[in-house]
């Protein structure tokens, strides 16, 4: 590491002066050695006021995209056919099934639900086999699994759907 003859080193020692602000390679021999075998238009030398920062990497716009009004598809004349994007075109296939299954869970907890109940109704007489208890605590158990689980699933679809209607400038 190079000292300066200017006194108290302005950079910190711990670390090599080249990687700290307010570094001169005009001003330090072993720097100045070091680049004198290239030519002057390979150096990266910046001009004074400009920063040499590297570019911030482009990071994808992820936002769901608005769908498309009936003024803003183009309908071509000459075959009638609409070249408007596929992804602005109905729902997410996802998302709907996603609701579907919220509603097929819960109607699924009811059906449960009412299994065990006309399980329970039955009479039971001195000759007839009493339920496996293995049946029984199935049918207690899931019914409020099933319920919370489709409760959950239709407000976290509520919040998605309060994402995407924020996102879209709606109001």
Do not use: C
Not at 20 to 26: A, E, F, L, S, T
Not at 54 to 67: G, I, K, N
Not at 82 to 97: L, Q, S
Not at 117 to 144: E, H, K, W
């Amino acid at each position: 590491m190079a000292t300066h003859d200017e006194g108290p080193s302005r950079f910190d020692p711990r670390f090599d002066p080249k990687f700290q602000p307010g570094y001169d390679p005009q001003g330090d021999p072993a720097s100045a050695a070091r680049g004198a075998g290239r030519p002057a238009s390979t150096r990266a030398v910046p001009e004074p006021g400009w920063s040499v920062a590297p570019a911030q990497p482009r990071v994808p716009d992820l936002r769901p995209t608005p769908p498309v009004q009936a003024e803003d598809a183009h309908v071509s004349t000459a075959t009638g056919e609409t070249n408007t994007p596929a992804a602005a075109v109905g729902r997410n296939p996802f998302v709907v099934a996603l609701w579907a299954t919220s509603v097929a869970l819960l109607v699924a907890g009811f059906v449960v639900l009412q299994a065990y109940r006309d399980l329970n109704n039955q009479p039971q007489t001195s000759g007839s086999g009493s339920p496996d208890f293995a049946l029984i605590q199935l049918l207690i158990s899931l019914p409020p699994a099933l319920f919370q689980l489709s409760l959950a699933t239709m407000v976290g679809l509520l919040f998605f759907h309060a994402v995407v209607w924020r996102r879209s400038g709606r109001s």
